[in-house]
């Protein structure tokens, strides 16, 4: 297990400092994976009690790709703001997306996968704990809307670049 997490960081911490291009793709592709993840998990809520078991799994499954995700899209937010070159020519998102739209996404995504855990954890179907859980939700599934509807139509192009 240790030679796959070395392997693992091998290979993705290039991408993730070898500049702007690179860690756009890198944010892409993890997107890309949940998007699908996402799709699968939308569908385990629809069908919640036959399905809780797959909700459970899935959820647990994301958690590596939504923390690639965000420590992807984190180097950059630093590299911004030290005033990286290329990171400062590619601009800030948005101030919407920026200002309004991240800090609501970061937030409750750590809402929603840390209520998840923990209600795995303490074994709760029902309480405060899985009442935070659905509003995080709420709040998640608002601003990972406008996120994917942002950054949706630049998929292709990023994907396609990275060949």
Excluded: C, D
């Excluded at 960081?9 to 070898?18: G, N």
């Amino acid at each position: 297990m240790k030679r796959f997490h070395q392997a693992l960081i091998s290979t993705l911490l290039p991408l993730l400092v070898r500049g702007v291009e690179r860690n756009e793709q890198l944010t892409a592709a993890t997107g890309v994976l949940l998007i699908v993840l996402l799709a699968v998990e939308g569908v385990t809520i629809l069908f919640l009690r036959p399905l809780l078991t797959m909700h459970e799994l899935v959820g647990l499954i994301l958690i590596p790709p939504v923390v690639l995700k965000l420590g992807a899209t984190g180097y950059r937010f630093v590299r911004y703001y030290q005033g990286q070159t290329g990171y400062v020519e590619k601009g800030p998102p948005h101030p919407l997306m920026r200002f309004l739209v991240a800090p609501v996404l970061v937030a409750s995504t750590f809402g929603v996968f840390g209520t998840g855990v923990a209600i795995l954890a303490l074994h709760q179907r029902h309480g405060f704990v899985v009442g935070l859980h659905k509003a995080s939700f709420v709040f998640w599934l608002g601003a990972a809307a406008i996120h994917v509807l942002v950054y949706l139509p630049r998929l292709p192009l990023l994907l396609h670049r990275s060949r």
